[in-house]
């Protein structure tokens, strides 16, 4: 038996009580501290895989190996969000995953279940105190003379690509990051994925 459910509303504290709060996210190391065996294989179309077995009281994580690197760390840290928030750990659980790089852009909606695993993913690999921190930051080397936030798209995108590297995610998902935290509009937010997708 399992007990997560304090961090449920609360990424940051999983992330302090593992002592990983520091960039970038050792997302498999936070894996290994929540008993989570974590294997790689092809998966075909499927990004991700969590399965739990009572009898035994094992979960696997299973990530396709196929894809690239950020897109494996982000999807571990959307299994760890199903860990927390979707096993019930009296029940044999299976949950499969795709997660596409045009996410934001897809016609049919997520599920409220996959939105959640998403935003609690981005927040394990992008902690908010962290991320605006960094960014800060970021914008300061790249742009000593600026006093707000008021650039070109092809400016932020710099920015973008600086965080990607820094937190071990991709430009995509900064740039939705940057939206949840209204660093961004629709708008904006908009013009940096079709920039990202153009260049």
Known sequence: MRYVEKYRDEANELLRDSDLFEIPINIEDLAKKLNIEVRYKDLNKLSGVIKYTPSSDKVIITINSNDFELRQRF??????????????????????????????????????IERRADKFASDLLMPNELFKKEVKSIVKKLFPDRENFNFEVREIYKIVKDTSKLFGVSKPAVIYKFKSLKITDEKLTKELFNYHYEN
């Open 75 to 112: 999807t571990l840290a959307h299994e760890i969000a199903h860990y927390i928030h979707d096993i019930n750990f009296e029940k044999e659980k299976k949950i499969e995953d795709t997660i596409s790089s045009q996410t934001h852009f897809r016609k049919e909606p997520l599920s409220p």
